[in-house]
């Protein structure tokens, strides 16, 4: 069995840096009118095949809930960043896809931001890194 202490110490110490890297990497949207929740939505959708992805998808990737999601995805339509329609294969579902102010939008964030992610993650070597992602999936579920 895993050593309580231990564990408990890991998740804080795992929690206080994923805090502390966000508050650092999240300076790269203040000069920006695009926000990072929208920047996440914009990233899960141009992503997909042809800059598109389920409404159901988007919303999984998104650490807020699916009624935030649905009124940020509003928004985002709104001001000319997506496109919304129904989903041709689940009638309950919608489909988002990228505009191309949308994806101008993200690339001019993406360049930005990767680099700021990049050097904030560089105190780690590749092997590390590669490590981390293993855990962090681990720990997610999804190796």
């Not at 805090?19 to 929208?38: P, R």
């Not at 919608?94 to 931001?113: E, K, L, P």
Request: hydrophobic letters at 40%; glycine letters at 6%.
């Amino acid at each position: 069995m895993t050593d309580r202490r231990l564990a408990v110490a890991a998740w804080e110490s795992l929690f206080r840096a994923q805090h502390e890297v966000l508050h650092d990497i999240s300076g790269d949207f203040h000069d920006d009118d695009l926000a990072q929740a929208e920047y996440d939505v914009l990233l899960t959708v141009t992503r997909g095949e042809a800059r598109s992805a389920r409404l159901r998808d988007v919303t999984a990737n998104m650490l807020i809930s699916q009624p935030s999601v649905s009124r940020l995805v509003e928004r985002m339509v709104a001001r000319g960043m997506l496109t919304k329609c129904p989903d041709p294969q689940d009638g309950r579902g919608s489909i988002v896809t990228a505009t191309d102010q949308g994806i101008a939008a993200f690339r001019r964030v993406a360049t930005v931001h990767g680099r700021s992610i990049a050097e904030r993650m560089s105190v780690l070597s590749d092997d590390e890194l590669a490590l981390l992602q293993q855990l962090t999936a681990k720990l997610r579920g999804t190796l």
